[in-house]
C-alpha cells in the first residue's frame, strides 16, 4: 500500500487538464505510440468536441522513482458545474489532487469550488500552474493568487507546460513525495467506493471503485450497501489504457468491477461496496442520490416515431442513470416524454446524442425547474410541479416554492458592477463578496435556480466579456410568487410553449416570447396571431405576418438545378417542424424563452 | 423523358415547315454566354467580368466549344440566344463569326429564333443597322424602368431617354421585340410602375419579362440595404406589382405563358420556354448550363480559365445526371409556372403511380386554400398561387433521401 499513489486533476475547462493527462501517461510509458491518441482520457466523440470530460474515467501507471516502482491511479473527473456531485466522489476517492492553473486565465469559481471539496476531504494539493508557455501568461501574479488561495508555499508551485512537455517529471516526482499513501486496513471487511460506473454493450455495466478496507476478489459475492442488491464479482482488474483482469484488488488500489448488471440504475456513484457475508458497519459516507435539477419536455418531431425514441432513451438511460424520464402528453405535440437532467448541460449532451447515436429528431420543450405547490385544500402536502401545465389553477392555489441556490462568480472587480445588476435582474440577493486578489472578486448570490435556466450562463459571458465563472450549489425551497404564461398561435393555446414565471417578470418575458416566436416561425400562407397570456388575459401579441411572395423571377441561364436543390432544401428544413393545428413550427421556436437576448 | 403534353403539341403549331412528332420533341435551343458589361447592375449575380480584354479570345474560345459540342444536341437547333452579361457589346465580325461556326456544324431550322439581349445604350443607328444585317431577328432589351430614380438605384448603364429612344430606333429594325422591366424596386409608387407598363404599350412591344427585384447576396444592392443606404425591398409591394402587371397585361392581350414573361400570340420567347417545359438546350460560354436527355451540365464561372480550357482542347463542364426523382422534382418546378401546368398523366406514365399517387395527396391542403385548380388532368397555380409557386412546388417535391 506504501507505494499507492491516488490523486486526481482539478482543474477548469480548457486550462489543460486533458493534454497534462496525456503527458503523464506518455511519461510513465503507460501508452504505446500506436495507441496513442490526442487527448487519451475523453473517448466519447462529444466530449472531444466540447473539451469537457463528462464521464470520469481512472487509469493506472507505474512510475519508478528512487529505485522504487509506485503504483499511481489517476481518476479524472468531470469538468462542468452540472456534474459536481460525480466530483465529489471521485475526490472522495483520493489521497491527492493537482491543482491546475492555466498561468494566463489564473483561477475559475468551477476551480475554486472543487478544490475546496478537496480540502475538505484532506487531500493533499500540488498547484501546477500550466501553460507557461504562453505569450499571455502570467506566471508570477498567478502564482500569487495561487498562494493566496491555498496558503501554500510560492517554491511548492510547480512551473509546466502540458503541451511543451514542461515540468511533467517535477510533477510526478511531487505526486510520489507529497501525495500520501493510502491508509486502511487490509483485514478488515472489504469497504469500497464506487466513482463511476461505464456501461459496455458487451459486458453490462463496468463499476469503477476504490477499495479502502480490506479487499475485492474475483468470484466474491459482493453486496452494494445502497441498493442492498448483492452479485458476484465476475471479474475483477485495474485500469490501463485496457482492462487487465487480476485475481484481487487490495486496499488502497483502484480498479474496476463486472457483475453482468445490465441496468446503470443498479449501479450508483457513491455507493459502497462490501462483502455479501461480512458486510462493513461503516459504508464510506457522502452518499447521495443524484436528482434532476431541470426538467424539460421531450418529443419526436414525427409523431409516430414515439416507440423509436422510448428505445432510444431506455437505451441512454442504461449508460446515464442520472437521466430519468416519465411518459407525458402534450395537446400540441403528442406523446412524449417529461425528464430530468443535473443541469442544461446535461439536457443538450442528451439531445445531441438522441441525434448522434439514435438518429433521432427531437423537439425539447422550455426547460424548467421543480416547484412545490400547495393547494388551499391541503397546506401542508405538497404538489411536485415538474411540467407548467401541473400547476393548480390559481383560485385552488395557496402558494409555491421555488429551488434556490447559493451561487459563486468569480470575475474581474471592473466587471462587479454589470455582474450584480445582471444578478439581482435574476432575482438574486447578494450575500457576500470577497477580494481573493487585487482584481478578483468573488460574490456570492442566493438566487432562483430557474433564473439559471433562462440564458444565465450567455448572459454572464456577455457582461463579463468572458471573465466570470460560475458555480452553484443548491439550498432548498423558498416561497415564489408563480404564474403560469401561456402562448398562443392563431388563437389556440400551445401547451408545450407554456412557462412559469415570477410575477414580476411575466409581462416583460411574455412580450420578448412573442417577440422571439414572431422572428422564429416562418411566414406562411396566412397571418399567425402569436400571444401571450396569464389565465383569459392576455399580455401580448405579435402577429407574422402571412407570406406574400415565394418565387424567383429569374433563372440562371437555364440553371435548372440550382434552383431545384434550393427548394428541396426549403423542403427538408419544413421537415424538421411540427404541425402544430396548421401552423407549423420549427424545432428551435420550442426553445425560445431560453434565447429571449439573443 | 420528354414533357411535352399533347395539348400543348397543339399550341406549337409549326407552320413553316412540317416536322415529325419526333422532330418537334427534339427541336433544342443554343445559350451563348457573352460574360462582358461596360458596368455592373447593383443587383446582378450573373457572371460577367467589367474588363473587355479578353473578349476577342473569348469569342475565339466560344467557337471552339460550339465545334466540340456539335454532336450532343439529339435534334436540329429551332433558336439561337445570345444572353449576358451584354452581348450588344459584340461586334458584326464577332457574330459572324459564332454564326458560321454555328451553321457549319449544327442543323438549324429554315425560320430560327435567334435573339440578342441589348442594353438600351448599345443600341444606336449604326449598331442596329450592323444586327439587322446578321441572322439576328429578335431584340431583348435591357430597358427595366422608363424613370431615372430606379435606373440609378440599379446603377444600369442607360438613362431614361435612352431606355425609349433605343425602343423607337429598334423597332424600325425589328419587329420582334421583347423588353425587360423590373418592379417592386425600393420606394417604386403604384403610379410610377403603372407608367412604367403604360410606357410599354404605348410603344407596342409584344413580348414583356418583368421580374421582381431581387436581394441576392454578394451584390452591391444587398451590402446598400444592409448598410440602410437603400430601403429593404418589400415583398408586398412586389405582390402589389405584380397583380397590377398581370392584370394589365392579360387585358391588353398578353399571356402569362411563364411566370415572368407576357407575350402576344406568336411573340412567346421559344428560350425561354425550353427551359420551363423540359425541352433540351446547350449553353455555350463561361457559365453556361447545359440539358440533354438526363444530364445537367454547367460550365466553369471564370473567364480566363474558360479560355484556357479551350485553348487547351478540354470542355470545363461540370455535370450530373437526374434521377427519377430529380426529374419529377423539376417537372413540378418549372411546369408550375408555366400556364401549361403539370400534366398528371405525364406524371404517372414518366415517374409511376407511387410519383401520381404522391402528388394527389400534396396538392390538396393547396386546392382548399385556392391556390392550385385542376382542370382536367392539368394541375396549375391559380392566380392567388402564383407569387407563392416555388413553396408550392417544394412542398409537392419528393425528397432524395440518398
Same mark, same amino acid.
Given at each position: ?163 511543451? #512537455?514542461?515540468? $511533467?517529471?517535477? *510533477?510526478? !516526482? +511531487?505526486?510520489?513525495?507529497? %501525495?500520501?499513501?493510502?491508509?486502511? @486496513?487490509? /483485514? ?66 483502484? #480498479?474496476?468491477? $463486472?457483475?453482468? *448488471?445490465? !441496468? +446503470?440504475?443498479?449501479?450508483? %456513484?457513491?455507493?459502497?461496496?462490501? @462483502?455479501? /457475508? ?321 | ?402
Amino acid at each position: 500500500m506504501k507505494n499507492i499513489r491516488n490523486f486526481c486533476i482539478i482543474a477548469h475547462i480548457d486550462h489543460g487538464k486533458s493534454t497534462l493527462a496525456d503527458r503523464l501517461l506518455d511519461f510513465t510509458k503507460s501508452v504505446t505510440e500506436r495507441e496513442r491518441k490526442e487527448q487519451l482520457l475523453d473517448n466519447m466523440d462529444l466530449e472531444r468536441e466540447r473539451g469537457i470530460t463528462i464521464k470520469s474515467h481512472a487509469i493506472q501507471m507505474v512510475y519508478p522513482y528512487k529505485g522504487e516502482d509506485y503504483v499511481f491511479n489517476l481518476i479524472d473527473t468531470p469538468g462542468h458545474v452540472d456534474f459536481s456531485y460525480e466530483v465529489s466522489r471521485s475526490i472522495a476517492a483520493c489521497e491527492g489532487a493537482l491543482l491546475i492553473v492555466d498561468a494566463a486565465q489564473s483561477i475559475q469559481a468551477q476551480t475554486i469550488s472543487n478544490l475546496y471539496l478537496a480540502l475538505e476531504n484532506d487531500l493533499e494539493i500540488i498547484p501546477v500552474l500550466n501553460k507557461v508557455d504562453l505569450q499571455s501568461a502570467n506566471p508570477d501574479e498567478v502564482t500569487d493568487d495561487i498562494v493566496d488561495l491555498i496558503g501554500c508555499k510560492r517554491e511548492d508551485v510547480i512551473r509546466a507546460s502540458a503541451k511543451e #512537455g514542461i515540468g $511533467i517529471e517535477e *510533477i510526478l !516526482n +511531487a505526486i510520489v513525495e507529497r %501525495v500520501p499513501a493510502p491508509k486502511g @486496513d487490509p /483485514e478488515a471487511p472489504l469497504r469500497a467506493l464506487v466513482f463511476d460506473s461505464v456501461y459496455n454493450p458487451f459486458r453490462g455495466i463496468e463499476t469503477y471503485f476504490r477499495v479502502f478496507d480490506g479487499s475485492i476478489k474475483k468470484g466474491q459475492s459482493i453486496k452494494f450497501v445502497a441498493t442492498g442488491k448483492n452479485y458476484s464479482a465476475d471479474e475483477v482488474g485495474t485500469l490501463k489504457l485496457v482492462q487487465f483482469p487480476k485475481k484481487e484488488i487490495k486496499a488502497g488500489d483502484v #480498479g474496476y468491477l $463486472i457483475t453482468g *448488471i445490465k !441496468n +446503470a440504475k443498479e449501479v450508483k %456513484v457513491g455507493d459502497t461496496i462490501t @462483502d455479501a /457475508e461480512n458486510p462493513t458497519k461503516n459504508a464510506v459516507s457522502g452518499f447521495e442520490d443524484v436528482k434532476p435539477m431541470v426538467f424539460a419536455g421531450i418529443y419526436p418531431v414525427e409523431t409516430d416515431e414515439y416507440e423509436e425514441l422510448r428505445t432510444a432513451m431506455e437505451k441512454l438511460q442504461l449508460n446515464d442513470a442520472s437521466l430519468v424520464f416519465v411518459p407525458e402528453s402534450s395537446a400540441a405535440l403528442g406523446f412524449g416524454f417529461r425528464c430530468g437532467f443535473l443541469g442544461m448541460l446535461h439536457l443538450e449532451i442528451i439531445q445531441e446524442r438522441l441525434e448522434r447515436e439514435f438518429d433521432m429528431t427531437v423537439i425539447t420543450t422550455v426547460p424548467n425547474v421543480s416547484y412545490n405547490a400547495y393547494t388551499l385544500k391541503d397546506k401542508d402536502k405538497p404538489i411536485i410541479v415538474s411540467n407548467p401545465t401541473d400547476l393548480p389553477e390559481p383560485t385552488y392555489l395557496d402558494r409555491v416554492e421555488e429551488p434556490f441556490i447559493k451561487a459563486s462568480i468569480i470575475t474581474k472587480s471592473e466587471f462587479v458592477g454589470p455582474v450584480m445588476s445582471l444578478c439581482i435582474e435574476k432575482r438574486g440577493q447578494i450575500t457576500n463578496q470577497t477580494y481573493l486578489t487585487q482584481d478578483r472578486v468573488e460574490l456570492s448570490f442566493d438566487m432562483p435556480l430557474a433564473e439559471i435556466v433562462f440564458d444565465f450562463y450567455d448572459r454572464l459571458k456577455t457582461v463579463s466579456k468572458g471573465y466570470a465563472s460560475f458555480d452553484y450549489s443548491p439550498i432548498g425551497m423558498r416561497k415564489s410568487k408563480l404564474v403560469k404564461v401561456d402562448v398562443l398561435l392563431n388563437g389556440n393555446t400551445v401547451d408545450a410553449l407554456s412557462a412559469l414565471l415570477h410575477v414580476d417578470n411575466a409581462y416583460d418575458i411574455g412580450k420578448r416570447i412573442c417577440e422571439k416566436l414572431k422572428e422564429l416561425i416562418p411566414r406562411q400562407q396566412f397571418d399567425i396571431p402569436i400571444q401571450a397570456a396569464i389565465g383569459a388575459k392576455i399580455i401580448a401579441r405579435e402577429t407574422v405576418k402571412a407570406l406574400r411572395k415565394d418565387v424567383t423571377a429569374k433563372c440562371y441561364g437555364g440553371d435548372i438545378s440550382r434552383k431545384r436543390k434550393l427548394l428541396e432544401k426549403q423542403k427538408k428544413g419544413k421537415k424538421r417542424m411540427r404541425q402544430v393545428g396548421n401552423v407549423e413550427i420549427p424545432q428551435e421556436a420550442f426553445m425560445a424563452v431560453l434565447k429571449l437576448n439573443d | 423523358m420528354f414533357y411535352l403534353s399533347k395539348i400543348e403539341l397543339k399550341l406549337k403549331e409549326f407552320d413553316e415547315v412540317n416536322p415529325t412528332f419526333e422532330e418537334i420533341i427534339l427541336m433544342s435551343s443554343l445559350y451563348i454566354h457573352i460574360p462582358f458589361c461596360k458596368q455592373a447592375c447593383h443587383y446582378c449575380d450573373f457572371h460577367f467580368s467589367t474588363s473587355l480584354k479578353h473578349k476577342d479570345q473569348l469569342v475565339e474560345a466560344i467557337g471552339k466549344e460550339l465545334s466540340m459540342r456539335k454532336n450532343e444536341l439529339p435534334g436540329a437547333v429551332e433558336n439561337i440566344y445570345f444572353g449576358g452579361g451584354t452581348p450588344s457589346l459584340l461586334s458584326e465580325s464577332d457574330l459572324t463569326s459564332i454564326f458560321e461556326t454555328i451553321y457549319a456544324h449544327y442543323e438549324v431550322v429554315e425560320y430560327p429564333e435567334i435573339t440578342l439581349e441589348a442594353n438600351p445604350d448599345d443600341l444606336d443607328i449604326s449598331y442596329l443597322q450592323m444586327l439587322s444585317g446578321t441572322k439576328v431577328n429578335r431584340l431583348s432589351i435591357g430597358v427595366q424602368s422608363f424613370f431615372e430614380e430606379d435606373l440609378k438605384l440599379m446603377n444600369r448603364a442607360h438613362n431614361a431617354g435612352e431606355a425609349e429612344s433605343s425602343i423607337l430606333l429598334a423597332k424600325q429594325f425589328f419587329d420582334n421585340i421583347s423588353i425587360d422591366l423590373i418592379y417592386g424596386i425600393p420606394e417604386m409608387s403604384v403610379e410610377r410602375w403603372q407608367a412604367n407598363l403604360s410606357k410599354a404599350l404605348e410603344l407596342g412591344i409584344p413580348h414583356i419579362s418583368s421580374y421582381a427585384l431581387t436581394v441576392e447576396p454578394n451584390t452591391a444592392l444587398k451590402h446598400f440595404i444592409d448598410k440602410e443606404i437603400i430601403p429593404p425591398v418589400d415583398d408586398d409591394l412586389a405582390k402589389l406589382h405584380f397583380d397590377i402587371l398581370v392584370d394589365t397585361l392579360q387585358n391588353m392581350g398578353y399571356e402569362n405563358y411563364e411566370f415572368s414573361n407576357f407575350g402576344k400570340p406568336g411573340y412567346f420567347s421559344q428560350n425561354n420556354t425550353a427551359y420551363w417545359t423540359g425541352k433540351f438546350y446547350l449553353g455555350i460560354g463561361p457559365s453556361a448550363h447545359s440539358f440533354v436527355n438526363s444530364t445537367r451540365s454547367w460550365n466553369i464561372n471564370n473567364n480566363p480559365k474558360y479560355i484556357k480550357a479551350l485553348e487547351a482542347g478540354e470542355l470545363p463542364a461540370k455535370r450530373e445526371e437526374l434521377s427519377r426523382t430529380d426529374r419529377y422534382n423539376e417537372y413540378i418546378m418549372t411546369r408550375l409556372r408555366t400556364q401549361w401546368g403539370v400534366d398528371l398523366k405525364v406524371v404517372e406514365t414518366e415517374f409511376g403511380l407511387n410519383y401520381a399517387a404522391y402528388l394527389m395527396d400534396h396538392i390538396q391542403a393547396f386546392q382548399q386554400q385556392g391556390l392550385l385548380k385542376l382542370e382536367g388532368d392539368i394541375l396549375k397555380v391559380t392566380g392567388d398561387g402564383k407569387f407563392l409557386s416555388d413553396g408550392i412546388a417544394s412542398e409537392l417535391f419528393m425528397l432524395n433521401l440518398k
